[in-house]
């Protein structure tokens, strides 16, 4: 398909395990993003890749949280040790990249992985 | 903190109904502006984005405007049908790249 993908769409945890997200970004997109939505709320970001660099990790909220993109298009979330309030709606966005004021740096969404921390 | 308001928190309207949607925030360097719509248990779908030097965008249906002066975007719905309801969100980016998000507007529209 042409758009971003995500996967698994729904995962079931005990807390304290370890959980894995990944996302396939569109084709030829050099910015990839995550962002964590809460129920009722707005989606908050979490980090920001261009390429295979790491440029923005601030919205990341524990060191339990960690993300890479090694190869500059798959992507994987990893959190540790889970908590009930990672419970989440974790969505990944890709966009062309272009920098400046006038560019057009839309961002295109994929599905989401729904995760559950029990 | 960067804060985006979206007005009103929910809205019912009936088919055929012409509506706006607000979203203000409080960052007036922003680069552009997007506006989706999220339906339940799904992503966000791309409606309409707006560069910090346009003043409005055209989708269909759709027209979005931007007020960066006094921090206001609307989302102007002609002739809603049942399909629009969806939760509306805005949010916008800036020099960072990542996107600031309002919490939305539940759209429902009655047939």
């Known amino acids: 398909g042409a758009g971003v993908s995500q996967s698994p769409r729904y995962k079931v945890a005990k807390r304290g395990q370890d959980v894995a997200l990944r996302c396939d970004p569109i084709s030829g997109h050099v910015s990839l993003f995550w962002y964590q939505q809460a129920l009722g709320q707005g989606p908050e970001f979490l980090t920001y890749f261009q390429n295979e660099a790491q440029l923005d990790k601030s919205g990341l909220p524990s060191d339990r949280f960690f993300a890479e993109r090694p190869e500059g298009s798959v992507s994987t979330l990893k959190i540790q040790r889970t908590q009930q309030e990672d419970s989440a709606v974790y969505l990944c966005?890709?966009?062309?990249?272009?920098?400046?004021?006038?560019?057009?740096?839309?961002?295109?969404f994929g599905p989401g992985t729904r995760l559950t921390v029990l | 903190k960067q804060e985006v308001t979206q007005i009103p928190a929910a809205l019912s309207v009936p088919e055929g109904e012409n509506l706006v949607l607000n979203c203000s925030f409080t960052d007036s360097a922003i680069y552009n502006l997007q506006w989706f719509r999220q339906d339940p248990g799904k992503g966000l779908t791309s409606l309409l984005l707006i560069q910090s030097s346009q003043r409005e965008q055209t989708s269909g249906r759709l027209n979005a405007s931007l007020d960066k002066s006094s921090g206001r975007s609307t989302l102007y719905i002609a002739a809603s049908q049942p399909g629009d309801s969806a939760t509306y969100l805005c949010a916008y980016g800036g020099a960072t790249n990542k996107l600031i998000f309002g919490t939305g507007t539940l759209l429902a529209v009655q047939p």
């Open positions: 966005a890709s966009s062309l990249g272009y920098r400046g004021p006038r560019s057009g740096n839309e961002q295109f």
